[in-house]
């Protein structure tokens, strides 16, 4: 079997941290032996007029891939929304058994954050492409309840997989015994929606009576430039841009606790996964999927989305806490974080394709 990448995210030279997934599951499948393509979008120019062009080069390239298809491949489609339209197109002159899709949903691919026109359009392509896949993958079990809920997609044709694990080569327990520089961290999108300012407003009022802590803020996004004012208001905040995995991998251990404050409906969350599998607890909204893996202790320190109030609770708990609670909260993100690893996660899906594509 030929595994046909399709994603209009993938990462690059300029953007290394997107759709950093795609290429983990791309390379997981080659390095277990699997025959692969990669169809992407050229990445690099913000320019619109090159950017339709990018576009137009990227869906003419996956229509006569897929119309020179045979039975033995499968094109396996990322953020829906954006990479399956050449697809569909194909799909006019080609047999569901000659033209065999798979399609894994992400987010706000099937859940989009306005009603604009744009996200009306969005939606209708992921629907269409979903109806024409023989498999749809899922991020989360919440996420499958969505897809049956809102999409009407059949149970026995969705495949839950957590968007290639967490890789254990790279994030780890290993530097358990690092110093921890500082008491909370942000890994993200600098977005409204992904509960950026809540934090903000949470450090403010903790620090006026907790001087001696800091924030570290890891990540880019529309609101950059407003978090960047906000924190330049507020002693102890440290800014930097979005990082690789590896270099992720070297923050994660100087943090004490990794706040996500998301308020959207989270298909899975990969972040705060990378961070419990370094032993980092998470201080975490209980949003979309994150109730998978904040259970137990863990959600001692969780609040629920956009509640200001029950953030600076946890946070100011989280400052007071004693030694052995935080080394137990720590061992128990590792456990759980471990059931994400990569090395299971991508061979698991690997199985599941080659047994759905028969």
Do not use: W
């Not at 890789?167 to 520089?181: P, Q, R, T, V, W």
């Amino acid at each position: 079997m030929k595994v046909n990448f399709v994603s209009n995210l993938y990462p690059s030279d300029d953007f290394p941290y997107k759709g950093t997934f795609v290429k983990n599951i791309y390379d997981g499948f080659n390095s277990i032996g699997c025959k692969t393509h990669l169809i992407k979008l050229k990445d690099g120019n913000v320019n619109s007029f090159f950017k339709l062009i990018n576009y137009l080069s990227f869906y003419l390239e996956m229509f006569f891939a897929a119309l020179k298809a045979n039975e033995r491949e499968v094109f396996y489609v990322h953020y829906a929304s954006h990479s399956s339209l050449g697809l569909l197109i194909a799909s006019l002159f080609k047999s569901k058994k000659k033209l065999r899709i798979i399609t894994n949903v992400h987010g706000s691919d099937v859940l989009p954050s306005n009603q604009s026109l744009f996200s009306k359009i969005k939606v209708l392509l992921s629907q269409k492409i979903v109806e024409r896949s023989e498999l749809v993958v899922a991020p989360s079990y919440f996420f499958q309840s969505i897809l049956i809920k809102e999409f009407k997609v059949k149970e026995k044709k969705i495949l839950v997989s957590p968007s290639g694990g967490v890789d254990a080569s790279i994030f780890n327990s290993s530097c358990l015994e690092k110093e921890k520089k500082y008491t909370f961290g942000y890994v993200g999108r600098l977005e409204e929606s992904k509960g950026i300012f809540d934090l903000l407003e949470a450090y403010k009022h903790l620090y006026v009576q907790n001087p001696d802590i800091n924030l570290l803020i890891i990540g880019s996004g529309s609101m950059e430039s407003r978090v960047q004012s906000f924190a330049n208001e507020i002693d102890g905040v440290t800014m930097i841009g979005g990082k690789t995995q590896k270099e992720l991998s070297e923050f994660y251990p100087l943090i004490k606790f990794l706040v996500f404050p998301s308020k959207a409906r989270e298909s899975l969350g990969l972040i705060p996964i990378e961070a419990m599998m370094c032993g980092v607890p998470v201080i975490c909204s209980m949003t979309g999927a994150t109730s998978e893996y904040i259970h137990s202790g863990m959600q001692s320190i969780s609040f629920l989305p956009g509640d200001q109030e029950g953030l600076n609770s946890v946070m100011q708990e989280s400052i007071s806490m004693l030694s052995d609670e935080y080394i137990e909260l720590s061992n128990l993100a590792v456990a759980t974080a471990n059931n994400y690893s990569s090395e299971k996660v991508i061979s698991n899906l690997l199985t599941s394709f080659t047994s759905a594509i028969k």
